[in-house]
């Protein structure tokens, strides 16, 4: 899951990136309003935590010309997160098509609960548990477990079979993944996803009793499902 945090103080945008890393979430910067425009209109996110004091451009203007653009860009969640106060300039974030509001200071935990909310309904999958054969996802403690036991994962596998777990029985595209999974200054190409289908897939063999496969389907991508008995 790939978001964007669009913040101008560096310090809380470090301490930020960090905690969702280690959630196992792909996070990009943008330190102010016109960057951030620019990656959306350019780029896809699952989630958007913006910041409205903003330098070159103003946050409810990030956010009125990204609700503007319609499509899937367009309706891409947005967690504003900002010491604005007032009333007011609250309204008018939600009313500008905002998901969701966070007033600064804020406790990390309650930031990383709403944002995994907001990813839950981006899913379309809003169980706290997903769930594919005998390979689950808590999305609240965002952990992958098979057959009641631990999966060990890499980041980068994580967000493969997270991405394929939300849309179970669903083809991703190579190219699909690797956006997903891979932010804009990483040094890999597309291929790269194949070394990580690989890599999930010989873990999930380890357990054939657990009824999980990832499937290839030639010139379309990659689809979770249950393996047949």
């Not at 960090?18 to 989630?47: F, I, M, P, S, W």
């Not at 891409?76 to 008018?92: D, M, N, Y």
Request: glycine fraction near 8%.
């Amino acid at each position: 899951m790939r978001i964007l945090l669009v913040e101008d103080h560096l310090e809380l945008s470090h301490w930020v990136s960090k905690a969702l890393r280690d959630a196992h979430l792909t996070v990009e910067c943008a330190t102010n309003g016109a960057d951030a425009d620019t990656l959306l209109h350019t780029q896809d996110y699952a989630l958007v935590i913006l910041d409205l004091t903003l330098p070159r451009m103003d946050g409810l203007e990030v956010l009125r010309r990204l609700r503007a653009r319609g499509g899937n860009r367009g309706g891409t969640p947005v967690l504003i997160l900002t010491a604005r106060g007032g009333l007011e300039e609250r309204v008018q974030g939600l009313n500008l098509g905002a998901d969701d509001y966070l007033p600064k200071p804020f406790e990390l935990t309650e930031l990383e609960a709403r944002v995994k909310a907001l990813l839950r309904r981006r899913s379309g999958n809003e169980a706290l548990v997903q769930r594919c054969g005998q390979l689950a996802f808590d999305t609240v403690a965002r952990m992958f477990s098979y057959c009641g036991e631990p999966l060990a994962l890499t980041p980068r596998e994580h967000a493969v079979l997270e991405a394929l777990i939300a849309k179970p029985g669903r083809a991703l595209s190579k190219e699909k993944l690797f956006h997903e999974v891979f932010a804009l200054g990483d040094d890999a190409g597309v291929d790269a996803i194949e070394l990580y289908i690989h890599r999930i897939r010989k873990k999930l063999e380890r357990h054939p009793q657990g009824g999980a496969a990832i499937v290839t389907l030639r010139g379309i991508g990659y689809l979770l499902q249950e393996r047949e008995a």
